[in-house]
C-alpha cells in the first residue's frame, strides 16, 4: 500500500493529484501544504514517496529536497518533483540534488501515475519498507544485502540479515518475536520462535565485541542498542 506524501502549497493541485491517486487502489495521500514544515511531516509519516513542488511560497522546492536528502531518515526518499515549466526539472535533476523524476504541470493523471509507478519500482521490491537502516556502526542496504560494522564486512545469513535490518531500522525500540518473525520474509508461517533466537545468537557472535547491543528484553523480545 504505497503512501505518497505531496508538499505542495496550492490546494487545486492537491485535489487533482488526490484524484489521480484514486485511480490506483491501495494508495494514500498525505498532503503537506506549509513548506516548513515538509521535512519534519516527511520524519513522522515515513511516506514511499514524496511528490514535491518547486515552487513554493517563501522557498524553493530544491531547498527542500536538499534538506531531504542531507536527512538520514529520509535520505532515500524517492522524490518525483512537481514543475511549472519544461526544463525546470530538468536543471534540478541536473544539479545532482537527489530527485528521481518531475512532472511538469499541468499534467495528465496518467502520466503522474506512470512517474509514480516508475519511481516505485525501481525503488525497489517492497517500497513500504526502508532500504537502508545504521545504527551502532551498522550500516545495511536492503537492496545490495550488504553489511558493514565499522566499516568490515559480516558474512550473514539471509535470514541473520533480515532480522538484524529490522533491529537496526528500529533501533532503540522493542521488537517482539511475532514482530520479527511476521516481518523477516524468509520466515515461512508457523517457524518455532526457538529458530529465531538461534539466529540472535549468531548474530551477537558475528557482531564479536559488539554483540553486547542486541539486548533481549524478558518477555518482550529484542532491542538494539546503538
Ligand atoms: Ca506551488
Known sequence: MPR???????????RAVE?????APGFSLDWVGDP?????EAIARKPDLVLLDVRLPGGDGRVIL????ENA?????????????AGEGDKVLGLNLGADDYVVKPFGAMELLARIQAVLRRSGPGA?????AKAGGLELDASQRSALLDGEALRLQPREFEVLFLLAAHAGQV???DFLIENTSSYGRGVPTRSLDTHIKNLRKKLGRKGG??????????????
Open 128 to 132: 513500504a519498507t526502508r532500504r537502508t
Open 4 to 14: 505518497i506524501l505531496l508538499i505542495e502549497d496550492e490546494a487545486s493541485i492537491a
Open 36 to 40: 516548513d514544515k515538509a521535512v519534519i
Open 73 to 85: 531518515a529520509t535520505r532515500s526518499l524517492p522524490v518525483i518533483l512537481l514543475t511549472g515549466l
Open 66 to 69: 536538499q534538506a531531504l536528502k
Open 213 to 226: 547491543m542486541i539486548v533481549t528484553v524478558p518477555k518482550l523480545g529484542y532491542r538494539l542498542d546503538a
Open 175 to 177: 521488537l517482539s518475536r
Open 19 to 23: 484524484k489521480t491517486l484514486t485511480m
